[in-house]
């Protein structure tokens, strides 16, 4: 991770309410007692976070730049902000664990990350020697060599992915789209011309060749048969690419069906399939790379889940698709090898000037394998999270109680739906911080090996732990599922619809993000706790129960209601702009919106109501409401730039953070009588103030 400016934050005293405080005094007359009156907490003169705001902004036209403006006009475009800021701080304190570590396998992964660079040639040449990728003489080979790569956890054009299967509700094989690099993500999205997206993949394809036949690179010819190989390679990986990010005229709900076919209601399990198709090298699959043998080949069985899939269909027959990159057993040859390089890129320190490539492997590892690397900081990250574990764990049930509250009187729900929900909320799991004791699997690294080599070998083992899940019902894996797949380091926290689970991690809890002597701070940060577990119940967590099964819990009325609600929420993002010009995808972006919408009521309602019954009342309430808008403000401060923003459009499915504040805080009454807003830019009419939870 570069390093960015930090801000300082200076994090002022809570306002304490003395209203349980009374003065006794005693008179010896028993006609006139003295009776104590409460004390009148005093209203502060100004804002905990005053220097943040812009007071000449008004509210109603922009709450986000009203509370945080003047921080804006003294700070640069790319300053992380709030959160991020102490994701940097937190990441680099893990990052220095791992480097003084004793463990035996982090001083091994160390000593090969501080290792002098070998050339980008020497470490192809460790991948192809490694990998051992035979050239395919007919789609029979072809699969062969394939599964090959899958067995060591490499999934080249279609994957096998342990995962979640909904109708038995088991850990199995699923098929889904071949999973690519972030690397590859970075080079075909918009950051980069074809020009240099060409570069990267001719680098590679003549290390490649510079590796395994010298002579070809010297060949008459060989600059002009290297860009047509290159051009194919390039259309495959962008059709992948578009696929995935609903380019081209491939439709949301086909995208989804083919990025992650655990949202689709029909499965199959993987198998082996590419091995079993490979049995037939002899008969019945053609050599010859035509549109019908691909379909054969990367088709897992007969009626599959990709016979119904559009987004299947359309990637295997839109024009200069796979076609093209796998015409000919030559581009298959070259496609394998260049994907096999591709998925350890990030390991080759040849690529990185000199200082910058320490961190960018760390965050690679724990790409690769989260489950390894929280295996290795497990130590520093429980230390961590320690201190707040209990109070997050008492504010997710005091969350609990008030969504339990809410979803009892509201009146658009049918009594059928809302018990459903009610039992789907009290079903739900809580995960905060690290376990005391990590799933069980072991890694071995070979005391010879380079730093691609341990890549490597650390993603084959990696597949081989989780394999071991196959078979098992995941109300007995949950703990486990949640090791092997998130990386317990990042500042992060997120709903499982799956396993009906919320899962806290350490960074959302330490002393920076979840302080102990700031009430206001720990109350927005509830925020997020309760976002996530509104997921359980947004447009996307409603369609599992409270078991985690695909399974459709609703009353006819009530989902038609629902539907309504999602229909305004998606209008009252799309009068909102991304980026200046570019309207925002209040689609794209609704599980989320939600998700805000019900963290923002869940967690204020809480917060209010402890002031109320802390006696706090009039012009003194009303000041700890606002602090508590302002605040919540403040933990989505950043200042992206006009690229992350345009990057962020594309790819992420959040709002941007002034669209998060923005449009947020008018759904609530209460903000308009804080601060006075009755027109301006954001105003809605009661009416239009769309409520959900």
């Known amino acids: 991770m570069k390093t960015r400016k930090i801000m300082q934050w200076v994090l002022a005293a809570t306002l304490i309410s003395g209203a349980s405080v009374f003065t006794s005094c005693v008179d010896n007359s028993t006609d006139n007692p003295v009776v104590p009156e409460p004390v009148v907490p005093a209203v502060p003169d100004h804002f905990i976070n005053e220097a943040l705001m812009d007071k000449t902004v ?104 342990v995962d979640i299967h909904m109708q038995s509700h088991s850990c199995q094989e699923i098929v889904s789209r071949g999973i690519q690099t972030q690397l590859v993500e970075a080079l075909l999205g918009n950051k980069m011309t ?100 691909l379909w054969e080949a990367f088709h897992p069985m007969a009626g599959a889940i990709f016979d119904e899939s559009p987004a299947f269909k359309k990637y295997m027959e839109q024009k200069g698709g796979i076609t093209t990159v796998l015409k000919t057993m030559d581009n298959c040859y070259d496609y394998l090898r260049y994907y096999a390089v591709m998925s350890v890129f990030n390991y080759m320190k040849a690529n990185y000037a000199e200082g910058d490539a320490k961190s960018i492997i760390v965050a690679a590892l724990k790409q690769t394998s989260p489950f390894l690397m929280n295996k290795l900081n497990a130590d520093v990250l429980r230390k961590m999270g320690q201190a707040g574990a209990d109070r997050c764990l008492t504010m997710l049930e005091k969350l609990r109680t008030v969504f339990r509250q809410r979803i009892e009187t509201l009146d658009w729900l049918s009594d059928a739906t809302r018990q459903e929900a009610l039992k789907k909320l009290e079903a739900m799991q809580f995960f905060v911080g690290v376990p005391d004791n990590l799933s069980e699997g072991e890694f071995t690294l070979d005391e010879g090996n380079t730093l691609v080599e341990d890549a490597l070998s650390i993603i084959a083992q990696n ?55 700031d009430e206001y701070t720990q109350y927005v940060v509830a925020t997020v706790f309760a976002h996530e577990m509104t997921h359980g119940f947004d447009a996307r967590g409603a ?3 409270k078991q985690g099964y695909l399974t459709d819990w609703w009353s006819s009325e009530s989902q038609a209601k629902f539907e309504a609600k999602q229909q305004e929420m998606i209008a009252l993002y799309n009068r909102m702009e991304a980026y ?114």
Not at 60 to 72: H, K, R, V
Not at 138 to 155: H, P, R, V
Not at 237 to 258: K, P, V
Request: hydrophobic content about 35%; proline content about 4%; overall charge negative.
């Open 58 to 161: 008004k509210p109603g036209d922009d709450f986000y730049m009203y509370a945080l403006g003047t921080w804006f006009n003294s700070h640069k475009e790319g300053d992380p902000g709030y959160m991020k800021s102490y994701n940097a701080i937190n990441t680099n304190e893990v990052e220095k664990s791992l480097f003084a570590s004793d463990n035996p396998l982090a001083r091994h992964l160390v000593r090969n990350i501080e290792a002098p660079a070998p050339s980008l040639n020497e470490d192809v040449k460790a991948v192809l020697d490694y990998l051992d990728i035979q050239k395919p003489t007919g789609i029979g080979m072809l699969l062969t060599e394939i599964g090959k790569l899958q067995d060591k956890g490499l999934n080249p054009i279609f994957s096998k992915k």
């Open 194 to 293: 074809d020009l240099l997206k060409s570069s990267y993949i001719k680098n590679i394809l003549t290390a490649i060749d510079n590796v395994a036949d010298p002579e070809r690179t010297k060949a008459a010819g060989y600059e002009a048969e290297l860009e047509e190989r290159v051009s194919a390679i390039l259309a495959e990986e962008q059709l992948i690419y578009a696929t995935a990010h609903g380019g081209g005229d491939t439709s949301d709900s086909d995208r989804q069906g083919l990025w992650n076919v655990r949202d689709i209601p029909e499965y199959t399990e993987a198998g082996s399939f590419a091995r079993s198709r490979a049995t037939r090298a002899g008969g019945g699959v053609e050599d010859e790379v035509t549109q019908e043998t």
């Open 463 to 517: 597949e081989a732990i989780r394999h071991n899940m196959c078979g098992k019902q995941i109300e007995q894996q949950i703990r486990t599922f949640i090791d092997y797949e998130i990386d317990y380091s990042v500042l992060n926290a997120f709903y499982g619809s799956e396993m009906n689970c919320l899962v806290i991690l350490p960074q959302f809890i330490s002393e920076g993000m979840f302080p102990a002597d």
């Open 543 to 545: 369609k599992y129960d």
């Open 580 to 693: 200046p010009g570019q309207p925002a995808d209040g689609k794209k972006t609704l599980a989320e919106n939600m998700a805000d919408y019900g963290g923002m009521t869940l967690a204020y309602s809480l917060f209010k109501q402890k002031k109320m019954d802390e006696g706090l009342q009039g012009a003194a309430l009303d000041y700890a409401c606002q602090e508590f808008f302002l605040h919540y403000a403040k933990l989505w401060l950043g200042y992206p730039t006009l690229d992350q923003k345009k990057s962020l459009y594309l790819t992420d499915v959040h709002s941007i953070p002034q669209n998060r504040v923005n449009v947020i805080v008018t759904l609530f009454d209460d903000w308009y009588r804080l601060f006075n807003v009755t027109d301006g830019k954001l105003y809605l009419a009661p009416e239009k103030r769309v409520q959900i939870w």
